[in-house]
């Protein structure tokens, strides 16, 4: 049955009410188990089992699987550069499992059919379980293999440049398409702080920006609640609020260090450690609801576009963060315009289904029949859109329009703290063109059909019109 708007607006389905009673035993004691969730009555299961932070955890890594009951032989995804940084000596520490390792060389190295088959077909003498040496793509790889051949895995994080490690979907590049595909969690996530202190900036950086993200996905998913009936769990939602916050706090220790004292080194290999907890905790988040809707909105579909078209140019792409972090600003500028004066915007027409499906086909190129078969190519009209707007407008007043407000002071903070941490805030820092940054806010929505900052604005009307004004006004730093 779908909740009335007067249940909607409850306090208990406000994130602040279950952050203020989310002790710390709370996901501790939920780690490796399914239990019944007091905010919305389902059952949620976080698969992980641990997560160990230890400057030793690559050599002991034998130790702490032998203590989780691991055993047989397993293989060691990684690349040369991870290989370097902790592969060998994970595969010294890991020795009582007959380790073999795997290595990937391809230097455009995504998670697609082509990492996947190649990663298969070194697992002929079936391993009984995988262990991935590296940060996203490693793992995306490792864990969808996993899966297929239901076994375990243990990810051993060699930056905090990512969500995903503790995700239980797999977000996979196939036939050029970013999809998200099913998946497994790693039982137990190792790592190291100083390993994740000595990975290159940008990678921090981009880790920082895929914790931003979720103060778009957080509101874009209350929001989603309101407007479409989606399901949606406070509890989840407050841990993830938690997480953005005690990472806003990090931002100033995460940045290079020059003449490096032993203090500020110490302080570096806290907050990476720290954005490694927070990134972990919006992974699990994932795990628990079973989708990656807490942590993913428009921030990551304007990415999701933008990465497509790396690919289709054969481009070598960049970090996810990165686009992710950009995606994050643009939203915030996104939800600033389109609720300026803390009312709803005026309704404009929507785009006619003819010039969308060719704006589509434009964009999307040999994906666009795929992306047109997942997208209706009119928005909500009439009375059902009347009836979502009446919800929408019930959440701004009751939450939106304070949310909000918060954007004017925190989206120039957030720009200057991915700055001074080593990361781009505009996408013609990534080489992107203005025509791509209008592509990627007027088109990322037909990744996924899913509510998010983008399908607001094109319900009203706004979309087309804010996306050439960003991207026109981006380069310039007319924007933010
Ligand atoms: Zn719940
Ligand atoms: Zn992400």
């Not at 406000?14 to 709370?26: A, G, V």
């Not at 082509?114 to 070194?122: E, I, M, P, W």
């Not at 040496?133 to 293999?145: A, E, K, P, Q, V």
């Amino acid at each position: 049955m779908l909740a009335s708007l007067k249940t909607k607006l409850r306090e208990e389905n406000h994130p602040e009410f279950w952050r203020e009673r989310i002790d710390h035993d709370l996901l501790p004691d939920w780690m490796g188990q399914t239990k019944t969730c007091p905010a919305c009555g389902r059952s949620h299961t976080i698969k992980t089992k641990a997560m160990i932070k230890d400057k030793d955890s690559a050599i002991k890594a034998g130790h702490y699987l032998q203590d989780m009951k691991m055993s047989g032989r397993c293989k060691v995804i990684m690349d040369p550069v991870t290989r370097a940084v902790a592969g060998d000596t994970l595969m010294e520490g890991l020795k009582d499992f007959s380790p073999e390792a795997v290595i990937f060389e391809r230097d455009d190295l995504h998670a697609d059919e082509q990492a996947l088959g190649t990663l298969l077909t070194a697992m002929s003498d079936k391993p009984d379980f995988l262990v991935s040496c590296g940060s996203g793509t490693l793992t995306d790889i490792t864990r969808y293999n996993a899966y297929m051949a239901g076994i375990p895995f243990v990810a051993y994080a060699t930056a905090a440049s990512v969500d995903g490690f503790a995700s239980g979907s797999t977000p996979l590049i196939v036939k050029g398409f970013k999809t998200t595909y099913p998946g497994i969690a790693p039982d137990i996530i190792l790592y190291d702080p100083t390993v994740l202190a000595a990975a290159p900036q940008k990678m921090i950086a981009a880790g920082f920006g895929d914790v931003l993200a979720k103060i778009i996905a957080l509101i874009d998913w209350r929001l989603a609640f309101f407007a479409e009936d989606e399901a949606y769990c406070p509890l989840i939602a407050g841990l993830v609020d938690q997480a953005v916050a005690s990472c806003l706090d990090l931002a100033e220790n995460l940045t290079a260090l020059g003449k490096t004292d032993h203090q500020d080194q110490i302080k570096k290999e806290e907050a990476c450690s720290q954005l490694m907890e927070a990134l972990s905790l919006t992974g699990i988040a994932m795990q628990m609801m079973g989708s990656s809707r807490p942590a993913s909105g428009s921030d990551h579909h304007i990415s999701h576009l933008l990465e497509m078209r790396d690919i289709q140019r054969h481009k070598k792409g960049s970090l996810h963060g990165d686009k992710v972090g950009i995606g994050t600003l643009i939203g915030m500028t996104l939800y600033m315009r389109l609720f300026e004066g803390r009312r709803l915007p005026l309704q404009k027409p929507p785009l006619p289904a003819h010039i969308w499906e060719k704006e589509v086909r434009r964009v999307y190129g040999p994906l666009a029949e795929q992306a047109i078969a997942k997208n209706d190519p009119l928005p909500p009209q009439g009375k059902m859109w009347e009836t979502q707007k009446q919800s929408i407008e019930a959440a701004m007043e009751a939450f939106g329009y304070n949310y909000v407000d918060r954007f004017s002071k925190l989206l120039p903070e957030a720009r200057d703290h991915i700055t001074a941490i080593g990361g781009p805030v505009r996408p013609d820092q990534l080489g992107y063109s203005k025509q791509d940054t209008y592509d990627a806010i007027a088109h990322g929505k037909e990744v996924r059909p899913k509510f998010t900052t983008l399908r607001l604005a094109e319900r009203f009307g706004w979309l087309y019109d804010l996306a050439e004004e960003i991207a026109d006004g981006l380069p310039a730093g007319r924007i933010y």
